[in-house]
């Protein structure tokens, strides 16, 4: 059973940073994406960020780009998602979300089959 936790949310100012984690385990993860997605309220689910486990190949919203960062620690399983430059619109929920498969799309919510619980993120102007 896969199991994603995520932490590190939390309430901060625009123009400040936050680093969200996701920390997966129950199986291995190939060349699967580990996706971030949002959810604000009143909104659809979208996509953020993902990075494939093997390549780190890493893909952006255009929103966030040049703002958010991925990484990840492969022993520990667990991908960061590193938030500069906070902007109110960015105020949501975040999922980190897994595959099962290595050729499902890493931009599309139905491309993954395992989701976090989600960490609220907040910015205030």
């Known amino acids: 059973q896969v199991q994603l936790v995520e932490s590190g949310g939390g309430l901060v100012q625009a123009g400040d940073s936050l680093r969200l984690s996701c920390a997966a385990s129950g199986r291995t993860f190939g060349n699967s994406a580990l996706g971030w997605f949002r959810q604000a309220p009143g909104k659809e689910r979208e996509f953020v960020a993902a990075?494939?486990?093997?390549?780190?190949?890493?893909y952006y919203a255009d929103s966030v780009k040049g703002r958010f960062t991925l990484s990840r620690d492969n022993p520990k399983n667990t991908v960061y998602l590193q938030m500069n430059s906070l902007k109110p619109e960015d105020t949501a929920v975040y999922y980190c979300a897994a595959q099962d498969s290595d050729s499902d799309s890493a931009y599309r919510t139905a491309g993954y089959d395992y989701w976090g619980q989600g960490t609220q993120v907040t910015v205030s102007s």
């Open positions: 990075i494939r486990w093997r390549s780190s190949d890493t």
